[in-house]
Every structure is written in structure tokens, then in C-alpha cells.
């Protein structure tokens, strides 16, 4: 155990045991900054606001949500994220967003309902004040009632006109494929 006296009060830096390793055990405001070459904060643990940082030590709101991870930098290499795979096959690498309705972190027993979004990709813009509105969105959303196996879902678009702040759906493609402009639900000619 490596621990720190702070205003009479002793706390848990690092702890180490045979199963584990553990810094600031106690979840005490502590943060963690790591530095390389070119960055004094190329990784930072927030532990006042439970946040993790790269290339800087002070967490964002994008469309009103202050995210647990966030990447911020100023050029390509420190503002961007690759993933590659490497293998001798037609597989690539991938990414998933997930959902389940239960609340208990771990639990994926807790079926999700029709309409219910399984994540999304929001395009945020700087707008000389903040970053409080999407431009445009991806969704991908459950779209019928799903069962065991049995996960109808669609992809849903949409943008923002110019003056205003709310983005509206302008494309849709459900779950029997018919792709939908301008409106939400299919007629004949779509199918």
C-alpha cells in the first residue's frame, strides 16, 4: 500500500495485491495524469468529475452530455482513434454499441422494447458559444417487438437546418429494408 497524508487524513494511492492492482482505493477526489514526450496530460483521470482524458486535463459537454471517455487535441495524430486488425481473412476490425434495459451495470437478461435507440453517432459543432447541438445523427433503433434471437432494428438520419438547433429525421431504413425520405413509415412503392 502507497498512501499520502492529506490535511491529517490518510489516503490510499496505490494498492497492491497478489489478484490486483489499485489506485486511489477509497474513490477519493484523486486525479491521475500520465505525461510522454509531447503532452503533459496525454492521459488523465478526472477522479472529481469520473472522467477519462486524453491530450488534456479538462472534461467537455457535447450535446449536453459530458462523456466518460473523450479524446480532445489539435492535429489528426492527437484528435483521432484508429483501430486495425491484422489477421489473413475478409474479417475487419469493429466497433458495438449496446443496450440493455436493466439497470444493474453487467446485466444483459433485461430485454430492450420497440423504438428503443441501441446507440448513436451525434456530429457536434463548436457555435461561437458551446458544444450544445448536433448537426447530424445516426441511430440505430429497435423496430418491432424483439424476442429471444430476434432483434428487428433500423438506422435512422437525420441533420439540422440551417437556423435552428434541433435536428429533424430525414432518412430511414427499417428492419425489412424499404428506405424512407422525408417520412417514417413505408408505402408501397418502398417495398
Do not use: W
Request: charged share 15%; glycine share 12%.
Amino acid at each position: 500500500i502507497l498512501s499520502t497524508t492529506d490535511a491529517g487524513t490518510s489516503q490510499s494511492r496505490i494498492d497492491m495485491t497478489t489478484g490486483e492492482t489499485v489506485f486511489n482505493n477509497g474513490s477519493n477526489d484523486i486525479d491521475l495524469r500520465v505525461e510522454t514526450n509531447g503532452g503533459i496530460n496525454k492521459l488523465f483521470i478526472d477522479g472529481g468529475n469520473d472522467a477519462v482524458l486524453i491530450n488534456n486535463n479538462a472534461p467537455v459537454s457535447t450535446a449536453g452530455v459530458a462523456s466518460t471517455f473523450q479524446i480532445q487535441g489539435n492535429s489528426n495524430a492527437n484528435a483521432g482513434m484508429s483501430i486495425t486488425r491484422y489477421t489473413n481473412n475478409d474479417s475487419g476490425p469493429f466497433i458495438h454499441l449496446a443496450k440493455s434495459r436493466s439497470t444493474n451495470v453487467g446485466d444483459n437478461f433485461t430485454i430492450v422494447q420497440d423504438g428503443d435507440v441501441l446507440g448513436s453517432i451525434g456530429f457536434v459543432a463548436a457555435d461561437g458559444t458551446n458544444f450544445g447541438h448536433q448537426a447530424a445523427k445516426i441511430a440505430g433503433v429497435i423496430d418491432a417487438t424483439p424476442g429471444e434471437n430476434d432483434v428487428p432494428g433500423r438506422l435512422e438520419f437525420y441533420t439540422t437546418p440551417d437556423g435552428s438547433s434541433s435536428h429533424t429525421e430525414r432518412m430511414r431504413i427499417d428492419s425489412n429494408g424499404c428506405v424512407m425520405i422525408n417520412r417514417t413509415t413505408a408505402v408501397a412503392d418502398d417495398m
